[in-house]
């Protein structure tokens, strides 16, 4: 272009920067058209930073709806149309849009009076925060767990991974899960994955209990204090014993929490409630039992110095009175679909009437969006009960819903029906 | 799958585009329909200092104002990059980016129904008789 008039002497700062007592010419741009690769994204004024330094994407699948994620949060897009005309007028130099410009055309666009139309908006993409959608994640980590065989057979893990199937990377997991960094990164924690060989796994159910068995065996052995393990020597052991150095540190981190270690590397305590409860999953799996027989066992099962109680199992088990006897079964919070509407259908297939106490481990809702969402729950959702047990942890904050814009009350009002025989009775919910 | 936005703007320095948008649909006279470019659509003034402004379309006059909007609008742009090595049929391979390539912070809105200048001038006509 020969002449390289200042970019305000037309398109939108024309428009924009009006002068009172004067007027511009309104024209279709000389690329008018349906331009259908232009798209308007309505965003909070908080989020651009987040875009202008390059943290945000769409994830999805072409079968889902798409949702953006920024660093923190997911938030789903909405396609909002508009029955009125929308003029979209770009800058007088529009880069990018005139790349298949033709010569002719540019005597055109440096007409100075006026302002050119390139597209008419049919409407706009706005956002509203979600909950992350990680039930497919526990589904694909699911498919293939890590099981006692994997050690000894790196020929086939070797083979399955020349032909990549159920194995999943950090890039492929963002490519599949439409949640943000940081959200699929607290669902991986809270699922108890781990990175093997780069790609994400849950390590099968079998083989942790093989795994916690014989740590506590060892501890017996050789006098650790449950409360204080040396993360250096409880791993050399276990590895002696043929558990690879990076499960048996998992297991610590699984079963345990990090104290103020000395000077010898880490120190960790096993947390008496995810040890009972791993124990008490394992008898629950061979089906319904009398209460009595299932404290019992439980009981000879924990270890010594742990003392198993009932309560540690709230969003785990269910009883039922059949006659005079309380028979308990597993019914696990994990187990049940983040979704509000599929989580209180399936509640309700399991019983028309909830009293509150029994309902609540299996609502809870978390509604402070203002925590980092590392904080917030991870609601996930998916039964898979097809590969037999695998490991699943429960620490409190994984099994909570997460309902961004509804609070708890909310969501009982539009799920169930709340009913009060008598005033000092307890209330009883059931499906609406 | 993932489309990464980008923004090759730099800090705060996206080029603004402006709206205006009126209400229903204007309507090119036939002869026209099949080349809509460099057309004009209409006449945008602004008859004094407030942000007031009247839009006129062939015999129309709309009354309107500038409304900066509750949240900022983002202009994006579809970008395909397909290697060239590539044959068609890993077309749906190829990477897509979303490039912002705009911000709209106001729009000149003409939300009541146009003045019809013959009319009116007709209705004077006929006054002056």
Redesign the interface.
């Known amino acids: 272009m020969e002449q390289s008039q200042p970019d305000c002497c037309g398109?939108?700062?024309a428009?924009?920067n009006?002068?009172?007592?004067?007027?511009?010419?309104?024209?279709?741009?000389?690329?008018?058209g349906p331009h259908d690769?232009?798209?308007?994204?309505?965003?909070?004024?908080k989020l651009?930073p987040d875009?202008?330094?390059?943290r945000?994407?769409?994830?999805?699948?072409?079968d889902e709806d798409a949702v953006?994620c920024t660093r923190s949060k997911t938030y789903a897009v909405k396609f909002v149309g508009t029955?009125?005309?929308?003029?979209?007028?770009?800058?007088s130099d529009?880069?990018?849009?005139h790349e298949n410009e033709q010569d002719g055309d540019k005597v055109?666009r440096d007409n100075k009076a006026?302002?050119s139309?390139i597209k008419v908006?049919p409407g706009?993409m706005e956002l509203v925060e979600v909950a992350p959608r990680l039930d497919k994640l526990k589904m694909l980590l699911s498919e293939n767990p890590y099981k006692f065989d994997e050690v000894f057979e790196m020929d086939e893990l070797n083979e399955m991974v020349d032909c990549n199937t159920s194995l999943y990377r950090w890039d492929d997991l963002?490519?599949k899960v439409q949640a943000s960094d940081d959200e699929l990164r607290a669902a991986l924690k809270s699922l108890s994955a781990l990175e093997i060989d780069g790609y994400w796994r849950l390590v099968d159910e079998d083989y942790m209990d093989g795994l916690l068995n014989m740590l506590l065996h060892n501890s017996v052995l050789n006098e650790w204090s449950l409360d204080a393990l040396h993360e250096d020597e409880v791993v050399g052991v276990l590895h002696s014993d043929g558990f690879p150095c990076k499960i048996a540190s998992h297991c610590l981190q699984v079963y345990g929490s990090e104290v103020e270690g000395g000077s010898r590397g880490r120190v960790w305590r096993l947390d008496e409630r995810r040890v009972c409860m791993h124990f008490a999953r394992g008898i629950l799996r061979g089906g319904k039992i009398k209460m009595e027989s299932f404290m019992g066992e439980w009981a000879r099962k924990a270890p010594e110095g742990m003392q198993v109680n009932f309560d540690m199992l709230e969003g785990e088990v269910l009883t039922e009175k059949l006659g005079i006897q309380t028979w308990v079964y597993s019914y696990s919070v994990s187990s049940l679909p983040s979704s509000p509407a599929e989580r209180f259908s399936l509640l309700f297939q399991e019983r028309p009437k909830w009293e509150w106490k029994d309902l609540q481990p299996y609502i809870r809702f978390i509604f402070s969006l203002a925590l980092p969402s590392v904080l917030c729950a991870v609601p996930f959702a998916f039964s898979c009960k097809s590969k037999g047990g695998f490991y699943f942890s429960c620490d409190c904050f994984s099994r909570d819903l997460r309902v961004p814009g509804l609070t708890s009350d909310g969501l009982l009002l539009k799920y169930t029906r709340r009913t009060q025989p008598t005033l000092d009775a307890d209330p009883v919910f059931s499906a609406r | 799958m993932q489309i990464r936005v980008k923004c090759s703007c730099g800090e705060g320095k996206c080029p603004e585009w402006a709206i205006v948008e009126l209400q229903g649909v204007v309507e090119v006279q036939p002869d026209f329909q099949d080349r809509l470019q460099n057309l004009q659509i209409g006449l945008l003034c602004r008859p004094s200092s407030q942000e007031n402004y009247t839009f006129t379309v062939g015999y129309h006059e709309l009354t309107g104002s500038k409304v900066p909007l509750k949240k900022p609008l983002l202009v994006l742009k579809k970008i395909k990059h397909s290697n060239a090595e590539e044959d068609s049929a890993t077309v749906n391979l190829s990477r897509v980016e979303m490039e912002v390539i705009g911000i709209i912070r106001h729009r000149i809105l003409f939300k009541i129904r146009p003045k019809a200048l013959i009319s009116s001038k007709l209705l004077l006509v006929l006054l002056s008789f």
Not at chain 1, 18 to 32: D, E, R
Not at chain 1, 83 to 91: A, E, G, K, Y
């Open positions: 398109g939108a700062a428009v924009l009006l002068q009172p007592n004067s007027s511009i010419s309104v024209a279709y741009h000389p690329l008018f690769d232009l798209i308007l994204l309505e965003l909070d004024e651009l875009v202008l330094h390059h945000v994407s769409f994830r999805g699948q072409p953006l029955s009125n005309s929308v003029f979209l007028i770009p800058p529009p880069s990018g849009l055109q006026a302002a139309v908006a706009s963002i490519d």
